[in-house]
């Protein structure tokens, strides 16, 4: 889906990439538009995809405009976020907390996601570290699989928070242009690097490689 960043929201290209995932799904591609003055997200919400663009040419955007408010020519496409949503497991137990997203979202439709791996990167000694050709990333896709196949990542963060370890802990590739959320228990708490190479995707947020995210 990288060769959608870029485009603006009428684009061909975007349009037919949203109706195969509805017509993978049976289900109304009914976007919900969230406006600020900075970005744009148009959200689909059965489909498990949220597209963030960012205003160009100089084009001043307003918090709670409509889809038919914007000015789609002066918005380019600038990350695309997917989701794992896990059904909840009833196990006799108290029922895990969703977070808002999750709430929102159901799951990506399409698996595996092919990821291709074409940046070259190298270690710390300068060495150019060999890497396969591409990611099939499934719906249980860990944190170590995500590892052994793009090596150990540029940025990373998460497993602490106010609430004893709250923020789930995620991992940014810069050159790839991939950042990863990893949900579930393995991904929160003060354990949560020891455990969290078992932890499972929740988010991966695709960008232009080479970007640094906020």
Same mark, same amino acid.
């Given at each position: 889906?990288?060769?959608?960043?870029?485009? &603006?929201?009428?684009?061909?290209?975007?349009?037919?990439?949203?109706?195969?995932?509805?017509?993978?799904?049976?289900?109304?591609?009914?976007?919900?538009?969230?406006?600020?003055?900075?970005v744009?997200?148009? &959200?689909?919400?059965?489909?498990?995809?949220?597209?963030?663009?960012?205003?160009?040419? &100089?084009?001043?955007?307003?918090?709670?405009?409509?889809?038919?408010?914007?000015?789609?020519?002066?918005?380019?496409?600038?990350?695309?976020?997917?989701? &794992?949503?896990?059904?909840?497991?009833?196990?006799?137990?108290?029922?895990?907390?969703?977070?808002?997203?999750?709430?929102?979202?159901?799951?990506?439709?399409?698996?595996?996601?092919?990821?291709?791996?074409?940046a070259?990167?190298?270690?710390?000694?300068?060495?150019?570290?060999?890497?396969?050709p591409?990611?099939?990333i499934t719906?249980?896709?860990?944190?170590?699989?995500?590892?052994?196949?793009?090596g150990?990542?540029?940025?990373?963060?998460?497993?602490?928070?106010?609430?004893?370890?709250s923020?789930n802990?995620?991992c940014?590739w810069?050159?790839?242009?991939?950042?990863?959320?990893?949900?579930?228990?393995?991904?929160?708490?003060p354990h949560?690097?020891?455990?969290?190479?078992?932890?499972?995707?929740?988010?991966?947020?695709?960008?232009?490689?080479?970007?640094?995210?906020e």
């Amino acid at each position: 889906m990288k060769h959608l960043l870029g485009l &603006n929201p009428s684009a061909p290209a975007i349009t037919q990439y949203i109706d195969s995932l509805a017509k993978a799904t049976n289900v109304a591609q009914i976007p919900d538009i969230k406006s600020y003055s900075d970005v744009v997200y148009i &959200n689909y919400y059965p489909l498990g995809i949220s597209l963030l663009f960012t205003p160009q040419n &100089n084009y001043k955007l307003r918090t709670g405009l409509k889809l038919s408010e914007l000015q789609q020519d002066n918005l380019s496409l600038d990350s695309v976020d997917i989701y &794992n949503v896990p059904k909840p497991k009833d196990e006799g137990g108290e029922k895990p907390k969703a977070s808002r997203s999750e709430l929102a979202f159901t799951t990506f439709p399409t698996s595996p996601i092919i990821l291709p791996i074409t940046a070259r990167v190298k270690d710390k000694d300068g060495k150019a570290i060999e890497r396969p050709p591409q990611l099939d990333i499934t719906l249980e896709t860990s944190g170590k699989d995500f590892v052994e196949a793009l090596g150990e990542p540029d940025r990373k963060g998460g497993g602490t928070g106010p609430s004893s370890g709250s923020i789930n802990i995620w991992c940014e590739w810069l050159n790839d242009g991939v950042m990863v959320e990893f949900g579930g228990a393995q991904a929160k708490g003060p354990h949560a690097w020891e455990m969290g190479k078992d932890a499972v995707w929740k988010v991966i947020t695709f960008f232009q490689p080479g970007s640094k995210r906020e």
